[in-house]
């Protein structure tokens, strides 16, 4: 599957901009729209971005919350997420249990999801004051996430910062050998090439954000189309019956 993050920032762009993101997405192929980053500050901004989002496209929309002020209503899920390798309790528990009351009176589909922050980090990591997994050491990856799916996490999301280097092809691959959960990875898919990698590794979904912010306005996402191609055809070949949404 293929996901897209758009980053609800009033910096980057509108809701009314957002929504037409979302919609060359979806006619591009994408599996869900992702809602969220590192710096959400306005929730009344972030209503304003799903709602338009919801108003353009008939996928999924998810919150993938950067803090509590990063949850919304009108979302379809959010994904209830725990930076397992955070050095502060508050980003493994504590932000958890603050929004915890506001997820339940919204009545808002909640997924639960293991979040494991790899070397170099970027923003994400830096915020979520991350004991960052070495590139080199794919088996730490793994025994994280081995522990986050015995502890009961429906899925698990490897990510090595906004905008900054690939996951490293070893750790999706440890990961994929000991799993019997979805792995999700965002970061790094620049082409085809790295789709197809990362769908061969192991990986079920698959999230961008940074190249569809700079590309799909451009070319009205056909060099998104393409790559989505490569990760739906790669994927045929591995499916699994995995359900998250």
Known sequence: MHFSLIDPDPLRQGPNKAAKIAKYAEDAGTDGILIGGSTVFDQNFVD??????KSKVEVPVIIFPGGISNISQYADAIFFMSLLNSCDPYFIIGQQALASYTIKSYNLEYISMA????????????????????????????????????????????????????????????????????????????????????????????????????????????????????????GNNNKKNYSII
């Open 48 to 53: 304003k971005t799903i709602q338009a989002i």
């Open 115 to 234: 979040y494991l922050i790899i070397e170099p980090g970027a923003t994400a990591g830096w915020i979520g004051n991350a004991n960052l997994l070495p590139r080199n050491k794919p088996k730490l990856t793994a025994a994280y996430a081995l522990a986050a799916e015995m502890l009961g996490f429906k899925i698990v999301y490897l990510e090595a910062g906004s905008g900054s280097e690939k996951i490293p092809i070893d750790h999706i691959k440890t990961c994929s050998s000991i799993l019997n959960i979805p792995k999700i990875t965002g970061g790094g898919v620049e082409n085809k090439d790295d789709a197809r990698d990362f769908v061969d590794a192991g990986a079920d979904i698959i999230v961008m954000g940074t190249f569809i912010e700079n590309n799909v306005l451009k070319d009205n996402g056909n060099s998104l189309k393409v790559i989505i191609d490569e990760i739906k055809n790669t």
